[in-house]
């Protein structure tokens, strides 16, 4: 399956998404009130959920089919589609939920267990699949479009207790099946085939802007983040700090190097679209390395711009696992085990 990205799907992939922005900030105690704990979460589930569902779909579908996730378009009031696919006949839109226990839909309710939930998924679902479905048969009228909810976790229980027409709900164990009658109906050829690229371009003139991007912290606001480098594996910020190393308890050693420069790219996805000076990164890691070697250190990895009245380094926007291919270093990230002894040996 080729997964397909919009003009302005690029664009944003050069920016952090929302949940790589939290990500940071809960490991910078940056997320503290309940709700936003509760929104780090369910953020986090959403993200797990559609990577196993896009995942299944790489796994089970045609190699043709097109893909594109988390599409927002704008038919005079925005809306999200999770994932749509299409195929040579069809296209389908799916809404995708990843809870635990149990869900029942029952008179527009819907609940998980003995809690209500705030909103209606089911009508999410279809509000997506409608608006979906206007948009592209103005491209084509006959056109034909389907919508499901999927309900992705592995431990949810779906109680569907009052009759739904227009769209489909499948669990975790129904997508196979729901997989291979696509298939089947694309070998039957019953439709006219679709024109893809000319079908991409019309849907992009309905396509605007995640109104749910994150909003970089001002340097104020970071007053109140945990500083300091923390372990690459635990995220523990009690380490040994050494010439070459930092070192955890629980066996990972880093090169300070790198642990500099994964350090400035969370302060760059922090403060995302502004550039920053060797201060603030110094700032940043609480002084755990002197001023003369982290500044070494960005010039080495960061664009550097310097004249008489300022001097600074050109953010990367984007957290350091999701470019790790940009930089290189003559040290290796190793994990130990400590023996009783005191000495540490790698790990198997």
């Known amino acids: 399956m080729i997964i397909h990205q919009t003009k302005l799907m690029k664009e944003l992939a050069q920016f952090p998404t929302l949940l790589d922005f939290k990500d ?14 509760q929104d780090y979460k369910s953020l986090k589930l959403g993200s797990v959920g559609e990577a196993k569902f896009l995942s299944f779909l790489q796994t089970e579908g045609a190699e043709h ?19 749509v696919l299409i ?3 069809c296209v389908y839109v799916f809404e995708i939920k990843n809870y635990t226990g149990h869900f029942i ?27 979906l479905q206007k948009i592209c048969q103005e491209f084509m009228p006959a056109l034909p479009v389907k919508g499901a909810i999927v309900f992705i976790g592995e431990k949810n229980k779906v109680s569907i207790k009052s009759p739904i027409s227009d769209i489909e709900v499948l669990g975790l164990t129904d997508l196979y099946e729901y997989i291979q009658q696509i298939k089947q109906e694309e ?21 605007k802007c995640d109104p749910f991007l994150p909003q970089p912290f001002s340097k104020a606001e970071l007053t109140t983040a945990h500083k300091g480098i923390y372990c690459s594996h635990c995220q523990n910020y009690e380490l040994q700090i050494e010439k070459h190393y930092v070192i955890c308890s629980c066996g990972m050693h880093e090169p300070r190097e ?20 060797t201060g603030d990164i110094v700032d940043f890691i609480d002084h755990q390395a002197s001023h003369v070697y982290v500044k070494k250190v960005l010039n080495k990895h960061f664009d550097y711009t310097s004249n ?41």
Not at 264 to 277: D, I, K, M, P, Q
Not at 311 to 331: A, C, G, M, Q, V
């Open 105 to 131: 839909y029952e008179d527009a309710r819907c609940m998980i267990g003995q809690l209500k939930m705030d909103y209606d998924v089911i009508q999410q679902a279809r509000k997506s699949y409608l608006k």
């Open 24 to 37: 940071i900030a809960n490991s910078r105690g940056l997320i503290q009130t309940k709700n936003e704990r």
């Open 258 to 277: 790198e642990a500099i420069v994964r350090s400035a790219c969370e302060y760059g996805v922090l403060t995302f679209g502004r550039n920053f000076s």
């Open 308 to 348: 008489r009245r300022f001097s600074y380094h050109h953010t990367k926007n984007l957290p350091y696992d999701r470019i790790l291919e940009h930089f290189n270093f003559s040290l290796s990230k190793n994990f130990y085990t400590k023996r009783a002894n005191g000495q540490w040996l790698i790990f198997d």
């Open 187 to 207: 070998r039957r050829g019953h439709y006219y085939p679709i024109q893809t690229k000319q079908l991409l371009a019309h849907l992009e003139q309905y396509e």
């Open 65 to 83: 089919w097109m893909g594109l996730t988390n599409l927002w378009l704008d038919d005079g009031r925005s809306f999200e589609c999770d994932f």
């Open 87 to 89: 195929t040579s006949h």
